[in-house]
């Protein structure tokens, strides 16, 4: 299960697991927004490497429109996978508590 | 002379001289020294040539006159001549003629050849009014002891008494610290006989504690590695303290060496029987159950010496056999004729429970015992945890039960569980079966007690290898197979993929995660998370039966 959704401050938040079943849908919402664009992670208590791959996609085309994508809440499992993969390096990352 | 007379106050010299001898008294003496600091200060405040002090022994109702060391104390009845009628009446009793009174025994003049002329007696009384003992002061210097003596005699003796008193408690408290020093010491070491650590055996988890009701016990187990498999010994002496705690060191002692000699099980337990018969006292023996486990058959072998019951739990039925001892206890008297060992068969996941009685006589607060039944139910719900984690579940299960009621007896467990089958199921090959996926994964972390934290790395491994199979096959293919099974720590995780091509996915090279983003590709992370996230990835490939097998493990801290 999977939501994103927009709060009223105009940041993305997203809610559950991002897994292979779920990358499609969650490509298809986050096609949707351009420019800098704040996702709040601290709901998202899994991704695999299928999500990461969602989030690299978007990140690629908001940075080819001088835009980028923001992570912020992000939680001990995200964070290891982040600093394996590198995604550290290409995301500009807010920790969680 | 009547001590209900009003006293004649001290002068300033003769307070002066009892603050003199009180600074002295301060010490901290030995009780030896104090008596005779108290003698001086006594002789030397009131002008006498002699002086002694009688300690009163209130268990014996007598007082009691140390002499010198090595030589016997002089004890009288508390009633007897002068110091009793002292200790009786507790007034000071200033006689200054002693010959001319009834009371006074002359024995003690006639053996020493001293001359008793006057004598002053007085009761040594503490601060919360208790008799301490009586000092006896004689032959005033220059004539006899006055009402000017009798009142700087009574400030005196108050301070005399505290001093003794004081010193008493303090030989006491040492005395018992020393006690409480040694048994510590001997609880260290029979701890130190105890396994340091749970042997390792495949395809088993073995658990033993104990916990001596005080500093030493008469309760021990023992796990030892030998050829012909694990030996198991849960052993209980007869009795509770240092006496029982020796005869379970040395029969641990006499079974390690029979095994090592090569012994079988019944050789070595009737051995040790009769040994242990000709060494303990008439009325000591020792319950001991003794197993050898064979872990590739799959077999328990045991005698049990009147150690019981011997729980069995069935994995498969959830239900438990309870087995009696097939012997008396070990050392009661040689052994005649010995029956059959028992044989359990042990199948995945059963477990055997070696309990002593300090947890099936376990009283709670009524007197209730907390008995067999209890102990079977908390197997029944926590047999498939670690053996470590379900003998402190029996432990809780036994403190909630006590409400409080304290520990009466050595309380020791040894559990030795087969690792349990594998979960295994099935789950077709599409990727809208993830869920499936994570629901298993959930459900066997829950039901086998495994670290739900670990299951995000868990899923991600899962996920991946899944998916690499649903993507490199033909659609419509073998359901894949997933098998999970509890390990210590964690998990151990295997996927079988059926009728496939051999390709080692786990052999993808690692990505390249230092590549500025525009030369970053969304594939190519997957294994090289997965290596980072879980331990001992590997395939295997049967081309016989055209089958790939990729295993891994995932272990966390103990909690």
New interface residues.
Partial sequence: MLTIETDEGGTLVMKGRLDAAQAASAQAALDKVSGTVTLQVGGLEYISSAGLGVLLKTQKRLMAGDGKLRLAGVGPHLRDIFVYSGFDQLFEIEPGR | MDSRVPRPRLSALDLEAILGVTTALAQPFDLTTMLAEVVNAAKQVLKADRGSVWLYDPAKEELVLEVATGIPAVRVPATAGLAGACAQSRAIINVPDCYADRRFDPRVDRESGYRTRCMLTLPLIDHRGALVGVMQVLNKAGGVFDAGDETLAAALAAQCAVALQRVRMTEALIEGERMRQELEMARDVQMSTLPASMPSVPGYDVFGLSRPAEQTGGDTFDLISTDRGLVVVLGDATGHGIAPALSVTQMQAMLRMAFRLGADLATAFRNVNDQLAATLADDRFITAFIGVLDPREHRLEFHSGGQGPILHLSAATGTCTSYRPTSFPLGAMALAKLRPAVTLALDPGDVVLLISDGVYEYHDPEGNLYGEARVEAVARSHGTRPMSELAARILADVEAFARGAPQQDDVTLVLVGRAPRAAVRRFARR??A??DL?AFTAGFAADHGVDPTLL??V??AI??LF?NMVKYSKPGGPEVEISLARIAEGIEVALTDYDVEPFDVTGAPD?D???P??E?Q??G??I??TR??VEALRYEYLPQRREARVAFRKTGPAK
């Fill in positions: 990727v809208d993830l869920p994570v995000t790395a899923d991600f996920e991946e998916t990505a995660v230092t590549l983003i525009e970053r969304p594939g992370l997957g090289h998370l980072r996230l």
